[in-house]
């Protein structure tokens, strides 16, 4: 292999600039050129593909985002679309591509890898909602983002007898909503893995008011769970606590990655380029066990999701 390809694809998250970076100048310090594919599989289509040098990943590290930007092309399914990226890549003599994405983005790594261009996935989402690894690239950045803007609803909810209804990112992964509900020391925290029981939840936030007379109480939800704007209002119609909603929102993707981030990244950028100098492809890199381990993508994406009740069960003893 002397031409490997670089992209990041699907939602961006922080520590993919890191990711680029690492791949780039372990690529080149090992005798390879990479190039930079914009925009995720949307430029390899179009051929919006240039040469990446040290310099150009060069301050890049401690930013947010992606510099190669990212896109959602859903026409890549279809096998006459690839056909025509990979014409992209061959013109160029790109052998080898280094996908940074969720597991839709993986879909198409493993699509062009059994088409001959051997492809290595990096789990570059804040979701946390790829089974194989413990850790994705930008989760923990997200994590902190999340826990300090509930901090900040603590006091001002504290000072007014509220209930603050925080939504938090995940795509049906409750990681974000667990780790920041427990960082947070929130009330009660809903996943779709904990489910959501509506009296359920209004009964224990009349036992918090009326019988442990708390002077506020947080909810941390997942997105896609359901509106959180009107279970504000039946909190403050149903019991003592004004309820409010806060949808976080895309603030959760962005910002500097934390250092666990950068340095995730940069293990498993240096991870994928010696797999495709090794002329393998088709694998994800994960951490697993505080290793960097590669696992055939085709395992990866038919893993169930972890269950975290040991996490939840922590939770409720903490409360
Ligand atoms: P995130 O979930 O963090 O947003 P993702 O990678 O799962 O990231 P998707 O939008 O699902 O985001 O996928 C990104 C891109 O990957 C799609 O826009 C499409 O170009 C490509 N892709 C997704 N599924 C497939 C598939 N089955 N075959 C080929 N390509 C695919």
């Known amino acids: ?12 998250s922080p520590g993919m600039n890191a990711a680029i970076r690492a791949v780039t100048r372990v690529g080149l310090n090992s005798g390879l050129e990479v190039f930079g594919i914009y925009n995720g599989y949307k430029g390899m289509v179009e051929g919006y593909i240039e ?10 590290v401690n930013r947010g985002g992606t510099v190669l930007g ?13 056909k025509k990226a990979i014409h992209q890549l061959k013109k160029r003599g790109i052998e080898a591509v280094v996908v940074i994405g969720g597991d839709g983005s993986y879909r198409g790594a493993l699509s062009l890898t059994e088409m001959g261009i051997n492809c290595i996935g990096l789990p570059g989402t804040i979701d946390n909602d790829i089974t194989c690894t413990d850790y994705t690239i930008g989760f923990q950045t997200a994590l902190e983002t999340v826990v300090e803007a509930i901090d900040k609803l603590r006091d001002t909810s504290n000072s007014h007898h509220r209930c603050s209804i925080v939504e938090v990112m995940g795509n049906r992964c409750g990681d974000l909503a667990l780790w920041s509900g427990i960082a947070c020391g929130a009330e009660i925290i809903v996943t779709s893995e904990t489910g959501f029981d509506e009296e359920d ?45 806060t949808v976080l929102g895309h603030i959760q993707r962005g910002g500097s ?16 380029v010696d797999l495709l100098m090794q002329g393998i492809g ?20 038919s893993m169930p999701q972890e269950s975290r009740k040991p996490l939840m069960n922590l939770f409720e003893r903490l409360v």
């Open 70 to 82: 990212s896109a959602r092309l859903p026409e890549f399914k279809d096998i006459e679309v690839r």
């Open 51 to 60: 040469p990446l040098t040290r310099e150009t990943v060069g301050e890049i």
């Open 1 to 12: 292999v002397r031409r490997i390809g670089i992209l990041t694809s699907g939602g961006d």
């Open 201 to 245: 939840v209004l009964d224990r936030l009349r036992d918090l008011d009326l019988i442990r007379k708390k002077k506020h109480a947080i909810v941390v939800i997942s997105e896609k769970i359901t509106d959180v704007d009107q279970f504000a209002k039946k909190v403050s119609l149903n019991t003592g606590f004004s309820g409010r909603a």
């Open 257 to 272: 990655p934390c250092p666990f981030d950068r340095l995730l990244a940069s293990q498993m950028g240096e991870k994928a």
């Open 282 to 301: 088709g694998q994800c890199i994960c951490i697993r066990n505080n290793e960097i381990v590669a696992i055939p993508i085709e395992k990866a994406l």
